[in-house]
DNA sequence: GCCGTTTTCGGCCCGACTGTTTTCAGTCG
């Protein structure tokens, strides 16, 4: 874990447990502390050495004194003072949703309850629903917590959502009641993963909306439903919030249910200076309650003097500053990606022809394709060896005789072996296009080593780019030991790129190395990695990335051809 | 615990839904 990362996760625990004991403001303090630390780009240590701590927003003396004390001894003594306070089981049960501080502190000192399973056996044999404030409805909804708790999934990966949130959109779309139709949230945020999908609707009769969201045909069960929000779980667990507002108040609920929190709260709290009140309906003069603005998020940023935010910045990582001093990036366009730069083939493990390879990089709308299959250390992918490359290069050139306005680029995703060669001596490596350099074996070296291994390959003269950068696999596999840092600082050097892989459970480099890469000037490659012609499509998972590290056209390497 | 073109002390974002209660606390997002 980086520094950055430990630091951050114990400021949350802070935070968490002082949430617990009803601190809330305390709470909040740790918890921005710790939101600050997790979106910098520079390494905590670094700061820590400048004496610069205190510079960091959000960040005093008291909070100072403990990350100097995580990185001095890897704990915190507010931590284990505060975990030493805590009855023994609270936490385990405000896993379970409905249950919260309140409820969980109940159950501890008057029924002395520390565990699920034991929480689960006091409401099957009724004894809840005497305490005060309990029933047995809400004996029955512990007992359906639990069950949810056991079979749940934590996050889903953004990439395979997608089309459950087109069969939403369009069972929605069946109603004529349903004006506008959006998915906010994380989802339209696009962070690599999402907890649950916020389906905001405007509506030209609220109950008949209402009722068409809760007879969505994958409904597995409705958890709450109201007029204007309900709440469901689909098949697979996945948890759906569907809002519902009158199409005048569509862009003040876009902007409030897009969120995230910590960006809203850090908007609202800039309102109530300028004597505004911000909701889900719109942004409201603080004394008279007249309404300013609703109908777009764009006069609602407007009117609190700042340019309006693109949804994959708006995660309070300097986003609204930039906004108010007009010096946002122009973020680079979902359509700005002319070619993918990453891409399989039958020639090693993918599933289709390079023609039609081709023919749905045409259909996506790219100008060109760099077909990389794998080399031939990847035997487990049929890599390519120099006979079969050599082949492979020549039926690309026949192709490309037969194309018009498209080009084929003849590449590789060449091995990185243990002692940082790569798979193929120069001699071949000369006549391609394009060289994607990766790492698919030894994960488990130390840094030292791993960090030489990829340095070696980007001081190689043909290498164009270095694949899934990190070689973590989100919610599987932790990136590789990596002094990430001086891998950046030799690209820029070599004038060699970084890949943003755009695989969904690669996603690699993410949007904070990103942000950072771009900081130390590297040029950043994207790639879908596809292995089958639907999966050109993952060419917008890494666009999204790219957005959400702030990058622009000029920052892209296949922005350009 | 942090912060200050109102403040070095007194604030710190805002509303919907549920289940219990009979006016509201707790949870969630």
């Known amino acids: ?21 009803n ?12 939101q600050r630390i997790t979106s910098l780009t520079e390494d905590v240590k670094k700061i820590r050495e400048n004496g610069t701590l205190e510079d960091i927003p959000g960040i005093g003396k008291s909070i100072s004194a403990t990350i100097i004390e995580i990185l001095d001894y890897g704990q915190s003594t507010i931590l284990e003072e505060l975990k030493e ?33 034991q929480l689960e056996q006091a409401a099957k044999e009724g004894k809840i629903r005497d305490l005060r404030g309990f029933g047995e409805k809400k004996e029955a909804n512990i007992l359906q917590s639990i069950k949810d708790y056991k079979n749940r999934q934590t996050r889903f990966l953004l990439g395979s959502i997608l089309p459950v949130v087109d069969e939403m959109v369009l069972w929605m779309k069946g109603s004529s009641s349903v004006n506008k ?46 007029p204007t929000r309900s709440t469901v779980y689909l098949k697979g667990h996945l948890q759906v919030d569907c809002r519902i507002i009158k ?42 309650d007249e309404l300013v603005a609703s109908e777009t998020e764009e006069e ?56 039609e390879m081709v023919e749905a990089a045409k259909s996506y709308g790219l100008k060109y394709i760099a077909i990389c299959d794998h080399s031939k250390s990847l035997a487990i992918a049929h890599g390519l060896d120099e006979d079969r490359l050599s082949k492979q290069g020549k039926e690309i050139d026949k192709i490309n005789k037969k194309l018009d306005d498209f080009k084929v680029l003849k590449g590789i995703e ?20 394009f060289v994607v350099a990766s790492i698919h074996s030894g994960f488990k070296n130390d840094e030292k080593t791993m960090t030489e291994r990829i340095i070696s390959a980007i001081h190689n003269d043909h290498v164009s780019t270095i694949g899934h950068p990190t070689g973590r696999i989100i919610q599987k596999r932790s990136p590789y030991q990596l002094n990430l840092e ?73 922005t350009k051809f």
């Open 486 to 558: 001086k891998v950046m600082e030799a690209a820029a050097q070599q004038k060699v790129g970084l890949e943003i892989n755009g695989f969904p459970d690669r996603l690699d480099l993410d949007d904070i190395s990103t942000r950072k890469a771009k900081e130390l000037g590297v040029k950043l490659s994207i790639g879908s990695d596809a292995h089958a012609p639907s999966q050109i499509n993952f060419l917008k998972l890494g666009i999204s990335v790219a957005r959400r590290g702030w990058l622009e056209y000029n920052d892209v390497i296949n």
């Open 247 to 288: 199409p005048e108040a569509y862009g003040a609920a876009l902007q409030y249910f897009t969120g995230s929190k910590e960006h809203n709260v850090k908007l609202r709290t800039i309102g109530v200076k300028l004597g505004y009140k911000l909701n889900e309906y719109g942004l409201f003069n603080r004394e008279n």
């Open 414 to 433: 060449c091995d990185i072996k243990a002692d940082g060669n790569l798979d193929f001596p120069k001699s071949v490596l000369k006549d391609l296009d």
């Open 85 to 117: 306070s805590l009855p023994k089981g609270v936490q385990e049960l405000m896993e379970l949703e409905g249950i919260g501080p309140r409820i969980a502190m109940k159950f501890v000192t008057e029924l002395k309850i520390v565990n699920i399973d």
């Open 1 to 21: 874990m980086s520094s950055n990362a430990e630091v951050a996760s114990i400021l949350y625990e802070i935070a968490e447990i002082l949430t617990i004991k």
């Open 300 to 355: 609602i940023y407007n009117l609190l003097g700042m340019d309006w935010i693109p949804p994959e910045l708006r995660e309070n990582r300097g986003e609204i500053e930039a906004a108010l001093e007009r010096r946002l990036p122009h973020l680079i366009g979902y359509n700005e990606v002319k070619g993918d730069l990453h891409l399989h083939t039958n020639w090693s493990d993918g599933t289709a022809s390079i023609f």
């Open 181 to 226: 139709i959006e998915v906010a949230g994380s989802f339209r945020r696009k962070k690599e993963t999402v907890g649950d999908l916020d389906l905001l609707v405007a509506s030209n009769n609220v109950d008949e909306s209402s009722e068409r969201f809760i007879s969505m045909p994958p409904i597995e069960r409705i958890v709450s439903h109201g």
């Open 23 to 34: 601190d809330r403001f305390r709470s909040r303090a740790y918890q921005q502390a710790a």
